[in-house]
RNA sequence: GCCGAAGUGGCGGAACCGGCAGACGCACGGGUUUCAAAAACCCGAGCCCCUUCAUCGGGGCGUGGGGGUUCGAGUCCCCCCUUCGGCACCA
């Protein structure tokens, strides 16, 4: 055995012992209590895990780690979201096929994540793109079928010319393609889509049941965007009517025109003679710009057209002008408001664009200079005035009902989920378009669609999956009469696969089922659930929607996934860039003079910090930190950086810290490169045996609360303790090895080793704490003179106030500060100060 | 613009319920070791001032800025500034 600390042979041996004796394994039917930890699976993408995917899988592998010692049964597997545009662009720029591309880098992401310790059960690996796993994803989606909650429709969608596909509204920034910045253009196509919105109040209300960060929450309401009014019915004069949607039927007294959006069906149809030009002009117009460009009009420059036409207000009786204009949106409510100039803003700077007349209907506002949003009094509204808003709300709407000119409504933001993709590597839409024109599901039976072979898996570019081009494949028939069939070409999106996968893990090689509803009621929910905040509402919103569903068809035990969720922080770093922006690496940074520059060349850069990617040539590469230092030492310094769930930044120096404490640890517990260490057999006494529970205390308080900075902090302070005891307790050596072991797992094993243990430290029990060595016989107290520290006396921890008192007033300084003066007040915090008010 | 989170030494960060601000670490300075360096180890330190040969000691100021509550405020209340996230014509 060396004497030295030597990670290279070290880590890789418990690596093999984890491994080969299944440590990390569970089985089902352990009597122990369970513990569920997951943390979002990641894309293997072909650049590999650096420092910020470390800090991911280092919080959930603490926390599963922690939770074996205390007993639990943990369930912490890992698989790949192998499937998408991220994968799919990485095989067509390095020109190989995608599966090929994916096993590569799973790979290298399985070595990565061996190298930090990770304690995965390997054996429930799974993986998006294997068909013994989408077979199930592409079930689900038929049970989806069936239900009503997938179908087919003819949807704007974001279609990107230059990467010849259609995109999610994730990947489009600002008009622009997430991957490549080209532009994004909205064109109708035929897609399949989910019910979602079907969902939307229980996605909101079972928000209520979950222990999730508020702030996820909150992003998740305001995108589900529940809103509570009326329709109401606006008659055209001259015949036909159209509907508006409102939130403030109060107001209705005080709508003074109707505007609809460009898409609207009716602008057509209603618009006069005179009008038509005009009006076919700015529809046009508003169909060519795109998302980005209608965004950036912004409000101060609202636009639209009149229509020619008149509608009746249901409640005045009166004629409103009726208008297009782009900033009414299609695709929410009826696609068409009542305008309330007087008490809406947007209303009202279209109002004063275009000189239509502004009503005031509540008071306690001046509708002449701005709307009136707030509350007020109902004026100038027949039998609403002298009600508030709110009163006003409810009469309006029993008296549209009574005269059916409108109903009492509920609308939402959220829009039902555009589930197909023009693209090969993506799961196949188990649908059959029969000869007869019949769409009709793939039977359960005929599972898995497997995607055939394909020369070409770059999308076709005319906006049709590359599926299309194989006849055979696509060129089918029912099975269930031999009549011809055609496949459906369109594929799943990538998070299809996202949406169940913590189910599978529970059962991952069941054939018969996606998961044995057994084993789902002993494992469900997840526990710990933990992930980056950029998944908030996209994946969440979707997984939750899964697993809904699925419990509505009894086939899972819970309404709700994750029962709480942990978001981590980003790890950021310095990123260099030029003028034209491109990043480049640190290592080719001059940073000697007063502006940085590029080395090669003198080029000024700028500095900024941003989340690490490799794109930006800021990130260091897991194996790189490893190579450096250890490990552990990576382990601990993503931990000990910042708390988990801020952003922190991640330097060159980063590791330092982290790694000292680990040569020092090893020095105090293993011994010196030239001896070992002296140990006894004597039980820790005195101020060490304090020292010792007291870490465990913290640092089991600290790990509860995903305190890892702290807890690191607490360790490095009991090794101080340790470093000066000669000869060194046995037992205060092993506490600190088996409070170190989660968070620092190989070194931790090793040690125990050394200490004479058969067994694997991630299996023994975790440390618990004696009240009685945590209590003090003394206590200094600090001593103020009108809130000012003068000095600290140490007492007795028995000692009552009054004598707390006299022994602060003995103390010489603070007599000085009392000379003279009268004391007016004593007051005394127990075990923390004493504070003598004087006058 | 709206909503949310956060501003603490040169830096990352700590501080349970309002009770000695700066734990722990980095960088820094000094030292040990070394032919020398690296590595490692030990010691020091918020800033300013007084006292002192150096010490020891003492005082003032300090948690983005301004006000307030309190014996006492990083922590609570009001106003403002900055940064980072999210949403952004959702009627």
Redesign the pocket.
């Known amino acids: 055995m060396s004497p030295r600390y030597e990670p290279t042979e070290i880590e890789p041996r418990w690596q093999r012992r984890w491994e080969e004796s299944g440590a990390f394994a569970v089985r089902d039917g352990d009597p122990r209590p369970k513990k569920y930890v997951l943390v979002m699976f990641p894309y293997p993408s072909g650049s590999g895990l650096h420092i910020g995917h470390a800090a991911v899988y280092s919080i959930s592998d603490v926390v599963a780690r922690y939770a074996r010692m205390r007993g639990f049964q943990v369930l912490h597997p890992m698989g790949w979201d192998a499937f998408g545009l991220p994968a799919e662009q990485y095989a067509i720029t390095h020109g190989v096929h995608p599966r090929e591309a994916v096993r590569r880098n799973v790979d290298n992401f399985k070595a990565q994540l061996r190298y930090i310790g990770c304690s995965y059960d390997w054996s429930r690996e799974i993986d998006t793109t294997d068909p013994s796993y989408y077979r199930w994803t592409q079930w689900i989606f038929l049970r989806l079928l069936e239900k009503g909650l997938a179908y087919e429709a003819e949807m704007p969608v974001n279609w990107c010319p230059a990467l010849g596909t259609v995109l999610a509204n994730e990947e489009v920034i600002d008009g622009r393609s997430e991957r490549g910045g080209h532009p994004v253009v909205r064109v109708p196509m035929r897609q399949w889509m989910l019910r979602i919105t079907a969902y939307a109040d229980r996605l909101l209300e079972d928000l209520d049941t979950v222990d999730w960060p508020e ?1 996820v929450k ?2 998740q309401r ?2 589900i ?1 529940r ?1 509570e ?1 009326a329709e109401v019915v606006f008659r055209v004069e001259g015949g036909g009517s159209f509907e508006v ?4 039927p109060d107001t209705l007294f005080g709508s003074t025109f109707c505007v609809l ?1 460009p898409e609207h069906a009716l602008v057509s149809r209603i618009t006069t003679a005179d009008r038509r030009a005009e009006v076919e002009a700015y529809v046009a117009a508003a169909a060519r710009k795109s998302e980005r460009e ?2 950036a ?3 101060k420059e ?1 636009t639209g057209v009149f229509t020619g036409a008149y509608a009746v207000n249901p409640a005045t009786g009166g004629r409103v002008p009726v208008w297009v204009a ?4 299609a695709g ?2 009826t ?1 068409a ?1 009542m305008a309330v100039p007087g008490h ?1 803003a ?1 209303d009202w700077a279209f109002a004063r664009r275009f000189s239509l007349p502004v009503v005031e209907v509540i008071s306690g506002g001046d509708v002449a200079v701005a709307a009136h949003e707030g509350d007020g009094t109902l004026v100038a509204s027949g039998f609403l005035d002298g009600l508030d808003v709110a009163a006003a709300k409810r009469r309006m709407t029993e008296w549209l009902e009574a005269r059916g000119a409108g109903r009492r409504a509920v ?1 939402y ?1 959220l829009r039902d989920w555009l589930f197909s993709r023009q693209r090969y590597w993506g799961e196949p839409i188990p649908v059959l378009h029969r000869a007869d024109g019949r769409t009709v599901p793939v039977p359960d039976a005929a599972l898995p669609v497997t995607l055939p072979e394909v020369a070409r898996y770059e999308p076709t570019g005319t906006g049709e999956s590359p599926l299309g081009g194989i006849p055979e494949w696509v060129e089918t028939v029912d099975p269930r009469d031999g009549s011809p069939a055609r496949r459906e070409t369109n594929t799943m999106p990538g998070s299809a696969g996202s949406s169940w996968y913590w189910l599978r893990y529970i059962d991952p090689t069941n054939t018969g089922s996606f998961c044995d509803r057994e084993k789902e009621r002993a494992w469900m929910p997840v526990d710990v659930y933990v992930g980056g ?2 998944h908030s ?1 996209g994946h969440l919103l979707y997984a939750r929607f899964w697993q809904k569903v699925l419990f509505d068809l009894g086939l899972v035990s819970h309404k709700e996934p994750f029962q709480r969720l942990y978001n981590q922080g980003v790890v950021v770093a310095k990123t260099w860039r030029d003028a034209d922006g491109r990043p480049h690496p640190a290592a080719d940074v001059d940073t000697s003079g007063p502006t940085p520059r590029l080395r090669a060349d003198g080029r000024p850069l700028t500095v900024s910090l941003e989340r690490m990617s490799k794109s930006k040539k800021n990130g260091i590469g897991i194996d790189e930190a490893v190579a450096r230092t250890s490990g552990d030492a990576v382990r601990l310094a993503v931990l ?4 988990p769930d ?4 991640w330097t060159d ?1 980063s590791l ?2 982290p ?3 680990l ?2 640890a090893w020095r105090t517990v293993v011994g010196p490169e030239d001896g070992a260490v002296a140990l006894t057999d004597a039980p820790a006494t005195g101020t060490l045996r304090k020292a010792v529970h007291r870490a465990v205390d913290g640092v089991t308080r600290d790990l509860e609360a995903f ?1 890892f ?2 807890a ?2 607490k360790l ?2 009991l090794l ?1 303790e340790l ?1 000066a005891a000669a000869p060194l307790p046995r037992d205060a050596a092993e506490t600190f090895v088996r409070l170190l072991a989660p968070l620092a797992p190989h070194i931790a094993e090793e040690m125990w080793a050394r200490l004479g243990h058969e067994d694997l430290v991630c299996t023994t029990s975790w440390p618990v704490a004696d009240p009685a060595a945590l209590v003090d016989d003394t206590v ?3 001593v ?1 003179v ?7 006396v140490t007492v007795p921890a028995a000692a009552t106030d009054a004598e707390a008192v006299a022994a602060a007033k003995a103390v010489e ?1 603070v007599r000085r ?1 009392l000379e003279g003066k009268t004391i007016v ?1 004593e ?1 005394v ?1 127990a075990k ?2 004493v ?1 003598l ?1 004087v006058r």
Not at 245 to 248: G, K, L
Not at 786 to 792: A, I
């Open positions: 702030f909150r992003m305001e995108w965007g809103s009014g949607f409102t939130t403030r959006a209608r965004l009009a912004d409000e609202k782009d900033y009414v949106l929410y409510g696609g408001i809406d947007r609308r933001k905040t950029e509402v000990f950086i910042g708390p801020a952003d922190k930044e120096s330092e810290g790694w000292r404490f040569l020092r305190g900075n702290t690191i902090s490095m302070v101080n470093q200094t107290l600090a103020q009108n809130g000012k520290v003068r000095g600290d300084n500060h007040k007051i915090v923390r100060l504070n008010v």
